[in-house]
């Protein structure tokens, strides 16, 4: 097990040398062995096959808000280098995504929960801060890591028996996952609030909407009518408190925004 562990630490060691980012506003450092132009691609093939398998909305108001909101967005963003595209798709799933380099979907069932402009814009600057904060080439890159433990172990046991390689690869995925991958995951939610209180707050929406926004919501997935959504975007009293404890920050931002837009139109 020792060599194992020493296997192990030489090469996170050489990853961490060649592949350390920092994200935008939060300034933390993390692992990334994917370049933002692989990632890019990998989102326009993601894009094509969201296009292929769902029905865009043919609802003119919701996806003039979205386009409205995200050209704000976007702006607030500034990423020249993103091709965005916003599109609401026809489904009863209150959910929204942004993909590396910038495609955007929202769908349908989203617009029953958000009252205004700026509560929109408070769901999407959370999706677009996933896509600039580069979360899935993090994820990505972490997968890899934890595949070349998986075959350091399958080395450093190599002659023993079945049942033992069998048992110290169940013990090392568990202890990955929740060691590693799970708290990656909750750190990346969290990142993701802020940056969308940021985004929002650039482009002139009111930040506190975000918080009311996610107040709601949070209250909503307690009657299981948004379960699934989130299965991904777990909401608790701490992560509300996260938020609450930026805004100052936001507001900061907000209030020297050029164009004040407060909630912006109603989209009741």
Same mark, same amino acid.
């Given at each position: 097990? @020792?060599?194992?562990?020493?296997?192990?630490?030489?090469?996170? &060691? +050489?990853?961490?040398?060649?592949?350390?980012? &920092?994200?935008?506003?939060?300034? =933390? &450092?993390?692992?990334?062995?994917?370049?933002? $132009?692989?990632? *890019?691609?990998?989102?326009?093939? *993601? %894009?094509?096959?969201?296009?292929?398998?769902? =029905?865009?909305?043919? !609802?003119?108001?919701?996806?003039?808000?979205?386009?409205? #909101?995200?050209? !704000?967005?976007?702006?607030?963003?500034?990423?020249?280098?993103?091709? %965005?595209?916003?599109?609401?798709?026809? !489904?009863?799933?209150?959910?929204?995504?942004?993909?590396?380099?910038g495609k955007?979907?929202?769908?349908?069932?989203?617009?029953?929960?958000?009252?205004?402009? +700026?509560?929109? &814009?408070? #769901?999407?600057?959370?999706?677009?801060?996933?896509?600039?904060?580069?979360?899935?080439?993090?994820?990505?890159?972490?997968?890899?890591?934890?595949?070349?433990?998986?075959? *350091?172990?399958?080395?450093?046991?190599?002659?023993? $028996?079945?049942?033992?390689?069998?048992?110290?690869?169940?013990?090392?995925?568990?202890? /990955? !996952?929740?060691?590693?991958?799970?708290?990656? $995951? @909750?750190?990346?939610?969290?990142?993701?609030?802020?940056l969308g209180?940021?985004?929002? +707050?650039?482009?002139?929406?009111?930040?506190?909407?975000?918080?009311?926004? %996610?107040?709601?919501?949070?209250?909503? $997935?307690?009657?299981?009518?948004?379960?699934?959504?989130?299965?991904?975007?777990p909401m608790?009293?701490? @992560?509300?408190?996260?938020?609450?404890?930026?805004?100052? /920050?936001?507001?900061?931002?907000?209030?020297?925004?050029?164009?004040?837009?407060?909630?912006?139109?109603?989209?009741?």
């Amino acid at each position: 097990m @020792r060599n194992f562990l020493n296997m192990l630490i030489v090469a996170v &060691s +050489a990853f961490l040398i060649v592949g350390c980012e &920092s994200v935008p506003f939060t300034g =933390r &450092s993390q692992l990334m062995l994917t370049s933002q $132009s692989e990632e *890019a691609q990998l989102g326009e093939q *993601a %894009w094509k096959e969201v296009l292929s398998q769902n =029905r865009v909305s043919g !609802n003119s108001t919701y996806n003039i808000a979205l386009k409205r #909101v995200g050209a !704000n967005l976007a702006k607030a963003a500034n990423k020249s280098d993103y091709k %965005w595209e916003f599109l609401v798709f026809e !489904n009863t799933e209150p959910n929204a995504f942004c993909l590396p380099g910038g495609k955007v979907g929202v769908y349908s069932g989203l617009f029953q929960y958000t009252a205004n402009d +700026a509560e929109l &814009s408070s #769901v999407v600057g959370h999706e677009i801060g996933h896509a600039i904060a580069r979360h899935g080439g993090e994820r990505m890159s972490h997968g890899t890591i934890q595949e070349v433990g998986a075959q *350091a172990v399958a080395t450093t046991l190599n002659g023993k $028996s079945a049942g033992t390689i069998q048992a110290a690869m169940v013990a090392y995925s568990a202890g /990955t !996952n929740l060691g590693v991958m799970l708290p990656y $995951s @909750r750190t990346h939610e969290y990142e993701a609030d802020k940056l969308g209180l940021v985004y929002m +707050a650039k482009a002139g929406y009111n930040p506190n909407a975000a918080i009311t926004f %996610w107040q709601k919501f949070g209250q909503l $997935s307690q009657t299981g009518t948004v379960g699934e959504f989130f299965s991904t975007h777990p909401m608790s009293e701490k @992560r509300i408190g996260e938020m609450k404890a930026y805004l100052p /920050t936001a507001l900061d931002m907000y209030n020297t925004a050029p164009n004040k837009k407060n909630l912006g139109e109603s989209l009741k």
